[in-house]
């Protein structure tokens, strides 16, 4: 069964260094999108990406951030300048289109530790 | 604004014992509910949709409009059970839209 993977597992910079945490979703999949979660804290969502573009973004997802997706497999998050506050799990998720009335099951990688001293 | 609540943090239970993880929404709009699961070392994945109305892997969730609810429930625990839990939800009628997750409920069952 196809699945979303993620490189690389666990990541660890210096505050203020650039980060790129990257993704290839399900081959067949349109929308990409960015969560992450901070220790003992929810899964929150950051970034949803369709048609090359961003479609929806959180707060979270303030200028530091950005998301690309270079070729035809890989999607990336870049965060510019780090902060401590940005250690935490990211995960990368894809989805199909939505039928009819219905979200189509958001698919997720097993994440990026991203650890900021 | 949208939120889940998942009340327990963890949930200790003895195999064959009933289970139920409580979810309790707030939403203003037509929300549709989700059940995750993430066992030691995996990845989060889809355990149940509202929408499926279907039972896996004997859990159920009925989506209570009016108590705004959503609790995963089980009748009989198995060790296997035991991983993380977390309720979400997203928006309907619009198509993909993110999820809003609660902070999940740790289900221990106890052999």
């Known amino acids: 069964e196809p699945e979303v993977t993620q490189t690389p597992s666990h990541q660890v910079t210096q505050m203020g260094q650039e980060v790129i945490l990257r993704c290839v979703p399900i081959s067949n999949h349109l929308y990409f999108y960015w969560y992450r979660q901070i220790l003992g804290q929810k899964v929150e969502f950051l970034v949803s990406f369709y048609n090359n573009e961003i479609s929806e973004k959180s707060e979270i997802f303030d200028d530091q951030f950005s998301v690309e997706r270079p070729d035809g497999s890989n999607f990336t998050l870049k965060i510019r300048s780090t902060k401590l506050e940005d250690s935490a799990m990211y995960f990368c998720?894809?989805?199909?289109?939505?039928?009819?009335?219905?979200?189509?099951?958001?698919?997720f990688g097993p994440g990026t530790r991203l650890t900021v001293l | 604004a949208q939120r889940v609540t998942q009340p327990e943090k963890l949930l200790s239970v003895f195999k064959g014992a009933p289970v139920e993880l409580k979810c309790n929404y707030s939403y203003s709009g037509s929300p549709e509910l989700f059940w995750y699961v993430q066992y030691s070392r995996q990845r989060l994945q889809l355990l149940l949709r509202?929408?499926s109305r279907e039972s896996i892997k004997g859990f159920t969730a009925d989506l209570n409009k009016g108590e705004t609810s959503f609790h995963l429930k089980k009748p009989f625990a198995q060790e296997e059970d035991s991983a993380m839990y977390y309720c979400?939800?997203?928006?309907?009628?619009?198509?993909?839209?993110?999820?809003?997750f609660g902070k999940g409920t740790r289900l221990s069952v106890i052999a």
């Open positions: 509202h929408i």
């Open positions: 998720a894809s989805s199909g289109l939505a039928a009819g009335t219905s979200t189509d099951t958001q698919y």
């Open positions: 979400a939800l997203s928006q309907r009628n619009s198509g993909n839209t993110p999820l809003v």
